[in-house]
């Protein structure tokens, strides 16, 4: 698409790989297949919308996440924690997450980097294992915390709620620990066995 046949009114020029993508969704007519927007808002900018496209900003974001430990953890905490609280998960939760946890995530980062030299070595670097592959584990499973209760509605019917006390010692940093990846998964297969043999 060159700038002589754009549209520039449906379409906006990223910035950064100097593509023309959609500024918001746009439907064929002929056959209601829909391309989605590409770029995101963005309030203060003077149309309303990001400058840098969402396929630039997912290759910018995966790199950082390879040489910066603290967005990496940010951006695996905000995931797990939202795929945790599912449809009741608050709005702009993972902007306000900090609140909602109950401590600063380059505060985890450190705990977790202090832990990691203190069972591997002093020479041992954070980054470095996330980079191959560790996990963030849960000491106390995840399943283990019963997060989300039901109440009865006033209709009878069943309300879910979040218990956030229950949640941030969930989330809290001494039950948080960096470990191989397979450990990690054995760790969750001999759960299930448990669970399924029974007490």
Excluded at 31 to 60: M, P
Excluded at 155 to 176: M, P, Q, S, T, Y
Excluded at 179 to 185: M, R, S, Y
Aim: aromatic content about 8%.
């Amino acid at each position: 698409m060159t700038t002589r046949n754009v549209d520039k009114k449906l379409y906006k020029k990223c910035i950064k790989c100097r593509a023309w993508r959609p500024r918001e969704d746009i439907e064929d007519p002929t056959d209601g297949h829909v391309t989605k927007r590409q770029f995101g808002r963005h309030e203060s900018s003077s149309d309303g919308l990001q400058s840098i496209c969402y396929s630039c900003k997912n290759v910018a974001s995966t790199y950082a996440r390879s040489k910066n430990a603290s967005h990496r953890i940010r951006h695996h905490t905000g995931t797990r924690c939202m795929t945790q609280l599912g449809i009741l998960a608050p709005a702009h939760f993972v902007k306000n997450m900090e609140d909602y946890l109950g401590y600063k995530i380059v505060t985890l980062v450190k705990a977790l980097g202090r832990d990691l030299k203190e069972r591997e070595g002093p020479k041992r670097k954070l980054r470095d294992a996330l980079n191959e592959g560790y996990h963030i584990d849960h000491i106390t499973p995840l399943s283990s915390f019963k997060v989300i209760w039901v109440d009865d509605g006033p209709n009878g019917d069943n309300v879910e709620h979040i218990d956030w006390a229950i949640f941030r010692d969930c989330w809290a940093i001494d039950n948080l620990r960096a470990i191989p990846a397979d450990e990690n998964l054995a760790k969750g297969a001999s759960m299930e066995e448990q669970e399924e043999e029974g007490p």
